[in-house]
């Protein structure tokens, strides 16, 4: 009778033939996914790939779905990360040396003008991005039933992108960004203070002193280069990590409804497990019915590798590539900053222009009342828009006001950044653009 | 029952109380301690990112000797203290140049003052006639100091344009 002795030790030969795969194996936990355990197990045996599902609906890797808005903003900000990090090689947050870097970077380091222009285009880009990324999931009613607070992280990021582009363009200390914070605390400085402080402490916490100088530059600094993306970072995290436990991206039910009972559903691979597993069972759930669907995956799941891994390769290539061809214009720089007289008319970037036109009607309502109302009106949507239906589908019918409403906002919005850009001279004074070019940004 | 489960059936009975004497107790114990901790943050940073000691620019400084000021007719800039020199027939008065709006700096027109940032406009004594500035811009103190110059303080602040003036030479 043949009695198991345990395995023979392997020969040194053996260990050496096998010692290349051996050595793979122990970085990789995983095998080539080239069968379906080992495309799930790249998954989530990976640290890299682990946020993502083993597997995801057909309907999320539709390209006019989600238009892969979400993907580019989140490439936005890896590319934002990467070329910010270089930056900071050479930058020094001085009243005296920032201006002068920024020039020198023009013609004594290469790629120095490139890695720049890539950072600030992608900051503007990646604004443009987060908002059109709010309006997909506005329009497709994603933030309904269980992703309602996903929505609410979301307007926090949308905010923080807004917080960390006004912190960065202030850091060339050109005239742009003197007068910019100059303006911007003075903003704070409308928020009503606390009582027993000398000066208004929330101007106080952005400039540590009562004018602009070294003391406000450097605490800019730290917000845009640590504080501002790790909380960016975090709450990035957080918003993916919902998107996996609320179900995944918002898709319409399925039209045929999955029978447990009677086995019509089709895996999108013919084979349900690979050659060679010897251990196919295991308890992965407890399911309710007499015939639980066996070796089959759920109705029209396909595997994220290499799908979705595909799809967000391709979303990052076209932001990478978007971002290389506007690296080729030269990010702005005005002249140094003259703490004395700005320049007229004084332009914000064109996403700060509606604020800037709100603002030259009424500080405290133009600057502090209507922002905040629209930042706390947004996280709200999704807790007084009390419609069940819509989501998956872009303009659902029932939506037709809530549609209404948002698109409105964003109309208002876009006309007073219309008119901030291209309908404001010297003096802020109203010119018609076929007179006069004053674009400045 | 929900329509979609994902996880067990729980026995209604196989629940501890939401809340216990022990459990209640033991929460305000954590709960302070978070507080405590987060309360002393919040100070803590609040006096960190609010200085006692803040370079503050010195609010009395000198415009010049009397000859030299009063050789200046008209309506000056002085980019220094961004203040407005106005002279006329021996007498002297100092406008502040800073929008009491958002605080850029206004630019001298026909009709008076106009800022640059969002549009605010001042008549040529100083006062707001539109835009959004709330305020209108004031006069400084201006006074001869021990060393001869004439000097202007920022905290001495009057709205009297008449009053404004002042004669070295008297």
Known sequence: MAVFKGTPRESWGEYLVNLPSMFVRSIFRHNYPNNDVDRSEVIFKNFFLHFHPVKCHKHSLDPFYTLGLGAITTSLFLILTFTGVILMFYYIPTEDRAYEIMKDWQDTTPFAMMYRNMHRWSAHMMVLFVFLHMSRVFYTGSYKGTRRFNWV?????????LVLSFTGYLLPWDQLAFWAITVGTNIAGYVPNLPGFEYNINRVMLLASTNVGQDAL??????????????????????????????GLSRPPDKIRPDPLRVVQRSDTKESFAP?????????????GTCPTVD??????????????RAELVAFLF???????????????????????????????WYFLGLQEMVAYNAFWGGVAIPLGIVLGLMAIPYLDRNPHGSGYWFHRSRYLAIFLYTLFMTWQALLIVIGTYFRGANWGWVWPWTENFARH | MPKHRNSLNVDPENQDPLIS??????????????????ALTGASMLGFLYPNAMKIPPSVFSIGRPEE????????FSPKQKVFIETKEGKVRVQTAVCTHL????????????????????DRYGRNTGGPAPLPLVYFHVFKGASGDIMVDKSKTTLDWNAAWYSPTA
Do not use: Q
């Open chain 1, 153 to 161: 992280i979301g307007v926090i990021l949308m905010f923080l992108t």
């Open chain 1, 218 to 247: 450097i605490r800019f600094y730290v917000l845009h280069v640590a504080f501002l993306p790790l909380l960016t970072g975090t709450l990035i995290g957080v918003h993916f990590w919902r998107i996996r436990k609320d179900g």
């Open chain 1, 319 to 349: 932001t990478l590539v978007l971002i290389l061809g506007l690296s080729l214009i030269d990010a702005p720089l005005e002249e140094p900053a003259n703490p004395s007289k700005p320049t007229n008319p004084s332009k914000a970037p």
């Open chain 2, 103 to 122: 605080g850029c700096t206004v630019n001298l027109v026909e009709t008076g003052y106009a800022c640059p940032c969002h549009g605010s406009t001042y």
């Open chain 2, 69 to 76: 000021v009063l050789a200046m007719d008209g309506k000056m």
């Open chain 1, 296 to 309: 089959k995956g759920p109705y029209n799941f396909v595997f994220t590798w290499p799908h979705l891994l």
């Open chain 2, 21 to 38: 004497r022990r459990s209640f107790l033991a929460l305000m114990g954590v709960g302070a301690c978070i507080v405590g901790v987060g």
């Open chain 1, 276 to 288: 060679g597993v010897k251990r196919t069972y295991g308890l992965m759930e407890l399911v309710r």
